[in-house]
């Protein structure tokens, strides 16, 4: 079993920046991926990002390409969000999520899941 703890959210105006983290802890060596979702009220929850444990398998919703950026800190066993340029369509709760399967952005994929972090774009 996989533990993940979502942060780093909260309120920027538009155009802001916020890196959102995901600790990861357990048995993290039975996942091959995390990924980055967000939903917002009323719309089905979303893939953003993932990556695989061997770089440079990373893969980005067209939404947020040249946007975001994932990352991996494997000694830390921290997944990062770097969200530039961000604006009010963006404001969503992001979740990091864990799966056993290669590189994947189908939330189905994923079993195991963060608790989420608001992330809310206003002027």
């Known amino acids: 079993q996989v533990q993940l703890v979502a942060s780093g959210g909260g309120l920027v105006q538009p155009g802001g920046s916020l890196r959102l983290s995901c600790a990861t802890s357990?048995?993290?060596?039975?996942?091959?991926?995390i990924g980055w979702f967000r939903q917002a009220p009323g719309k089905a929850r979303e893939g953003i990002a993932c990556?695989?444990?061997?770089?440079?398998?990373?893969y980005y919703t067209d939404s947020v390409k040249g946007r975001f950026t994932i990352s991996r800190d494997n000694a830390k066993n921290v997944v990062f969000l770097q969200m530039d340029s961000l604006q009010p369509e963006d404001t969503a709760v992001y979740y990091c999520?864990?799966?056993?399967?290669?590189?994947?952005?189908?939330?189905?994929?994923?079993?195991?899941w963060g608790q989420g972090t608001q992330v809310t774009i206003s002027s």
């Open positions: 999520a864990a799966t056993t399967r290669a590189t994947t952005m189908k939330p189905a994929d994923f079993g195991s």
């Open positions: 357990g048995s993290t060596l039975d996942f091959h991926t």
């Open positions: 990556i695989s444990r061997n770089d440079p398998n990373i």
